[in-house]
């Protein structure tokens, strides 16, 4: 059995240290960067053989593999699993096809109100007797993973968003599960506690059959959608580094200032205080200039573009030059891009 997702996840993690290491440990590199390109390799000959990324492929010998969570899955009903799909985007194992694609999936079969879903169903539930799946068919409670709504899922959809470029996807999707204002976001959302970070969003039914029965509704808004589990392990700050990192683009490279900002027009003119080489930082985002270019306390500095994927990249300023132009006291940085 070989899941997907994790496939994605190891290949992103094996090139991710490759391009990392020192130039002492380029022997390593050089290894762990075969190793990348060799699960790229199978993960298009063995897992892609299709327009669709299964869920998982069980393979009996190695030269066949059954695909599953998959259109042609006959044994589960499930059709379509999320986190392949939006991990295939992140780890940039797609081609921009490929992600265009899968990204149509995901909002057609996986989007919701309430933010995207696991998989297009939940898991036949009998009694609680297994055939498929351990703890998906013994859950007697719709909540968190059995009712699909996971939010540290939905967090990495923002993620695959800003790799993307879809700035108002990504955006609208950190509203749709900041608890503060929600009803504006989620018609369909009961009330919630609004200072409180909520693991899931799960459907109000009051049985697992009644929820398999109406899971439709929960698509069409018809259902309403309650509060899952509260603050639980690293989600809310996985949902700030979605914040800062992807959408404001704010991240840290070899001590360097990447700033790739994905944000939707309508925030333009948007400031953001922040603590940047231990000195106080305003940024202040130009979306609408035609430009790209970077101005620190009134100086525009030095800045390398950054190669994208799927959409044209960042810029990329040196410490060193921050460094020149910077203040001790606070720092102006406008971004025009």
Avoid at 17 to 40: F, H, Q, T, V
Avoid at 153 to 165: P, S, T, Y
Avoid at 168 to 192: F, H, T
Wanted: glycine share 8%; charged share 25%; hydrophobic share 40%.
């Amino acid at each position: 059995m070989v899941s997907s997702w994790t496939v994605a996840l190891t290949y992103q993690a094996i090139r991710q240290l490759s391009e990392g290491l020192p130039a002492d440990e380029r022997e390593w590199a050089e290894e762990l960067a075969a190793l990348a390109d060799g699960i790229r390799e199978d993960f298009h000959r063995v897992i892609m053989r299709t327009d669709v990324v299964p869920g998982f492929i069980y393979m009996e010998r190695p030269d066949e593999a059954e695909l599953m969570l998959h259109p042609t899955d006959r044994k589960t009903g499930i059709r379509y699993r999320l986190l392949p799909m939006q991990q295939s985007i992140i780890s940039e194992l797609f081609t921009r096809e490929q992600a265009e694609s899968h990204y149509g999936i995901i909002k057609e079969k996986l989007y919701h109100p309430d933010g995207v879903r696991l998989m297009d169903r939940p898991a036949n539930y009998d009694g609680g007797n297994s055939k498929h799946f351990k703890r998906a068919e013994q859950a007697a409670n719709f909540g968190r993973e059995i009712g699909q709504q996971y939010v540290h899922a939905h967090i990495r959809f923002v993620e695959a968003m800003a790799k993307l470029g879809y700035a108002e996807e990504a955006w609208s999707g950190l509203l749709k599960i900041n608890p503060v204002g929600l009803q504006s976001a989620v018609p369909n959302a009961e009330l919630r506690q609004s200072n409180v970070y909520f693991s899931s969003s799960d459907g109000k039914f009051n049985t697992r059959y009644e929820a398999e029965r109406r899971f439709e509704e929960l698509r069409t808004g018809r259902a309403a959608v309650k509060g899952g589990w509260r603050i639980y392990s690293s989600g809310p700050g996985i949902y700030l580094n979605q914040l800062i990192a992807n959408c404001l683009g704010i991240r840290q490279v070899m001590g360097d200032l990447v700033i790739d900002p994905v944000l939707p027009g309508h925030l333009d003119g948007l400031e953001f205080d922040f603590v940047w080489m231990e000195t106080p930082v305003r940024f202040v985002y130009h979306l609408k200039s035609g430009s790209r270019r970077v101005v620190v306390n009134g100086r525009e500095v030095p800045a390398l573009p950054i190669a994208g994927m799927y959409r044209e990249g960042g810029l990329r300023i040196a410490k060193e030059e921050f460094a020149k132009a910077r203040s001790n006291e606070r720092n102006r940085v406008e971004i025009f891009i």
